[in-house]
């Protein structure tokens, strides 16, 4: 009776050495304990930062991220006041555009407590997609036009000195010689001002012009500006017959235009008939004054010029009158002021 309760014991024995050895071999198959992996807002939960911190900061991204496509434009949320937002500098422009994506990922993705050699590939992946998107505002600069702060305020000087003429409009009548003299100044090139493979957009243009007139009651005179990488025409101050007075009207095609029929009130001349003249047009809004007041609006164009090939703008200004009564305007000097959007460095 003893052998078999032997037997029984190592068989019992055993089986609960199997046991212990199955037990082992499963702890032994599960996988080592996996690092949690936390982005930038979860890991600063963890050290107690406030909400209020990360509210700050993802409205600081959110405004970086559409100033680039959206700056200048005002949104409004339900419940809230209406918020603009802010436009971009043209010098930080790109470097927002591409790292954008970047600061996006490290806010976001799951970065904390993952391989060295995953971060990289992420990294990777997300220089190449800013890359990208670099090339698309290169290849269509004008949703950066519209985001970008004004940064181009040049003016521009046409004076007695520097022509060593004066600028001629009006309609002179002795007998049987009646003409008609009209003006067209040199064209200033902006070259100085804006380098090659540039956007450019106009906003703004402020003419400023002094001189003296002769008329009885009241008379006018068109006064237009042009700017453009297109071939404008040559200086002249010139008089033609009454008969030729097409010759006498100027008019030429160019990126931005603007025009108007200025009239001058014998009230409007000071001592010794002197005048000033002010043409002021905003782009923008699509607006126009002009000093003296009364003037009638003939032309108001602006498109995005482009500046390739080191063909670069210029501008022009030019005066002519069909005026039916006799009259006459000298102008002595003329101040063109420019101001615009410039965006460089394109594709």
């Known amino acids: 009776m003893k052998k078999p ?52 900061v993802f409205g600081v991204l959110c405004a970086i991220t559409l100033s680039p496509y959206l700056g200048g434009s005002t949104i409004w949320f339900a419940g809230s006041n209406p918020i603009t937002i802010p436009k971009v500098s043209g010098d930080w422009f790109w470097a927002m555009v591409f790292l954008t994506p970047l600061l996006w990922t490290v806010v976001l993705v799951r970065l904390i407590g993952e391989s060295i050699l995953k971060i ?17 505002h290169k290849m269509f600069p004008q949703i950066a036009l519209s985001s970008i702060n004004k940064n181009f305020d040049q003016t521009y000087r046409i004076g007695f000195l520097e022509s060593q003429t004066t600028w001629d409009v009006g309609h002179s009548v002795d007998g ?55 071939k404008l025409r040559e200086r002249a101050v ?80 030019v005066g002519w009158t069909l005026w039916g009564d006799p009259c006459f305007f000298r102008l002595e000097h003329i101040n063109i002021r420019v101001q615009g959007c410039l965006l460089c460095n394109l594709l």
């Open 5 to 56: 309760n032997r037997i029984k014991t190592q068989r019992v024995t055993r089986n609960n050495t199997d046991n212990n050895r199955g037990q082992s071999n499963s702890c032994g198959s599960n996988s080592p304990k996996q690092h949690k992996k936390y982005n930038i807002f979860e890991w600063t939960s963890l050290l107690g930062i406030p909400d209020a911190v990360k509210t700050l």
């Open 120 to 136: 990289a590939a992420i990294i990777a992946c997300v220089l190449i997609f800013s890359y990208g998107i670099v090339l698309f």
């Open 238 to 317: 010139r008089c033609v017959p009454k008969q030729n007075w097409p010759e006498a009207r100027i008019e030429q095609k160019s990126e931005v235009e603007g025009g108007a029929v200025i009239h001058v009130d014998k009230n409007d001349l000071r001592i010794f008939d002197r005048v000033d003249y002010k043409f002021e047009i905003d782009y923008s809004t699509n607006t126009m004054k002009t000093k003296p007041t009364a003037f009638n609006k003939t032309k108001l164009k602006a498109a995005d010029i482009y500046i390739k090939n080191n063909e670069y703008p210029k501008v022009q200004v």
């Open 176 to 230: 049987s010689n009646d003409k008609y003299c009209y003006f067209v100044t040199d064209a200033i090139t902006l070259k100085e001002h804006i380098p090659n493979n540039c956007a450019f957009r106009v906003l703004h243009i402020e003419v400023e012009a002094g001189g003296d007139a002769s008329i009885n009651q009241m008379a006018g005179f068109d006064f237009a500006v042009y700017i453009g990488t297109n």
